[in-house]
């Protein structure tokens, strides 16, 4: 039997030695887990895997926080991969603060479902996070206990951060509570692009995305100004200040 | 700018006139007014921080009269909406308006306040006179101090020119 002291000690300097990576971290949860996982990815010193079914998000979570020791949810947050199914991804943030370890978990809900099982009960901090995206992108979480509109006010309509969502917003009104019109965009939005050749070249203007949309390329090509940023092999356009 | 007959300080003399002093109703209750706004702090954004640079030592808005900050719209004078005026606050922002006592003016501070700034988007309002009147904007993101004092000093002069009957005297 050995002395708390003699345990502590030997805990420690177990941890000091070992180091454990998260990549270590996520070879264990495939371990235990299996196919349900993918192949953990390690991209500078963090690691990702995807869950292959987010029903079980909470056996993976609850293993991860018990087992492996990641004591702390940093984030979760969602894609919209819109015009791809399943159109959601959520990404859980994960770390092991004894051992500095960052690890991510992604699963995937399809658009019909937009419902998985809350983590409340493993991070209770997942609480905001998961009205956050209730909010944003209208995927629900079966179990939360409070799960509201987090930013919005209830009963706005829309679930603005949707691809399908435009940027300039739509008209709603909720009396004595909230309304909200269609903000001007003006031809923008106006963005930057990084690493023109000049403040001209750079400074916020309205910039087509590039998209194989026949109407934006028709767009583009009336614009010489802007032309240049998306093409860079096209003739560029004379910006030089005139002399005095 | 040259003042208006009703916004004349009357000169004053005491050798000359005794203890009397001559002048209007409207100039005289114009200047109680002008010179002691009572400032409804609407602090919404980073815009705030600036306004409370006005309100401390450097810039000092008790110079203009304009101290007391009260966190009560009955008791004040001039909403400053200083910061973005989201829609979930917009109607916030309209009660407490509608709450503040007659006479009452509006300084809408910086961009955001002014025309939504640079948030064209679905949360922003786009410019707090959508929903309530502004006397003055001001110009910035955020505006420096100096500004908002300018913009305090020229709503003292708009409050001079204005009939204690609430109509507005038409221009020189």
């Known amino acids: 039997m050995l002395s708390p002291s003699v345990f502590i000690c030997v805990h420690l300097w177990f941890h000091f030695l070992l180091n454990v990576a998260a990549i270590d971290f996520a070879n264990q949860l495939k371990a235990r887990f299996g196919d349900l996982l993918s192949e953990p990815a390690e991209f500078r010193g963090e690691a990702t895997l995807k869950v292959a079914d987010a029903e079980r998000i909470v056996e993976v979570c609850e293993f991860v926080k018990k087992s492996l020791g990641f004591n702390m949810l940093l984030d979760i947050s969602s894609i919209d991969n819109y015009g791809e199914d399943p159109r959601w991804t959520i990404v859980y943030e994960l770390y092991h603060m004894e051992q500095k370890a960052h690890l991510r978990l992604k699963t995937e809900v399809s658009e019909e479902k937009s419902e998985l099982p809350t983590i409340t009960t493993v991070w209770r901090t997942a609480d905001w996070h998961e009205r956050e995206i209730y909010d944003m992108m209208g995927v629900r979480f079966r179990g939360h206990p409070d799960l509201r509109r987090i930013l919005m006010w209830d009963g706005y309509p829309y679930f ?6 435009p940027l300039s917003g739509k008209p709603s009104d909720l009396p004595d509570l909230a309304f909200t019109k269609t903000a001007p965009l003006e031809g923008g939005p106006f963005v930057t692009v990084p690493g023109g050749k000049d403040a001209l070249a750079r400074e916020p203007r309205v910039r087509i995305p590039q998209t194989e949309s026949v109407a934006t390329i028709s767009r583009l090509e009336r614009r010489d100004d802007v032309r240049p940023a998306h093409e860079p092999d096209a003739p560029q356009p004379n910006t030089a200040m005139p002399k005095p | 700018m040259q003042p208006t007959a009703s916004t004349t300080d009357f000169g004053y003399n005491s050798k000359i006139e005794g203890d009397v002093v001559v ?8 200047w109680f007014r002008k010179n002691s706004l009572w400032p409804m702090p609407m602090g919404l954004a980073c815009c705030a921080i600036e306004l409370m640079a006005v309100g401390a030592s450097r810039f000092d808005i008790a110079r203009f009269g304009s101290e007391v900050m009260r966190f009560s719209p009955r008791q004040s004078d001039v909403m400053i909406v200083a910061g973005t005026v989201t829609y979930k606050m917009a109607l916030a922002v309209k009660r407490i308006y509608d709450q503040m006592a007659d006479p009452k003016w509006v ?7 002014s025309t939504g700034g640079m948030y064209r988007s679905y949360a ?8 309530i009147p502004v006397d003055i904007y001001v110009a910035g993101c955020p505006p420096r101090p100096e500004a908002l004092l300018d913009a305090l000093i020229k709503l003292q002069a708009k409050v001079g020119k204005e009939s204690v009957l609430g109509l507005k005297h038409k221009a020189a």
Not at chain 1, 160 to 165: A, N
Not at chain 2, 23 to 30: F, G, K, S, W
Not at chain 2, 124 to 131: E, K, M, P, R
Request: proline share 3%; aromatic share 4%; with cysteine.
């Open chain 1, 160 to 165: 603005p951060l949707r691809k399908d969502f």
């Open chain 2, 23 to 30: 002048t209007r109703v409207d100039a005289a209750l114009n």
């Open chain 2, 124 to 131: 922003v309002l786009q410019g707090v006179d959508n929903i």
């Open chain 2, 107 to 113: 300084i809408a501070m910086g961009a955001c306040a």
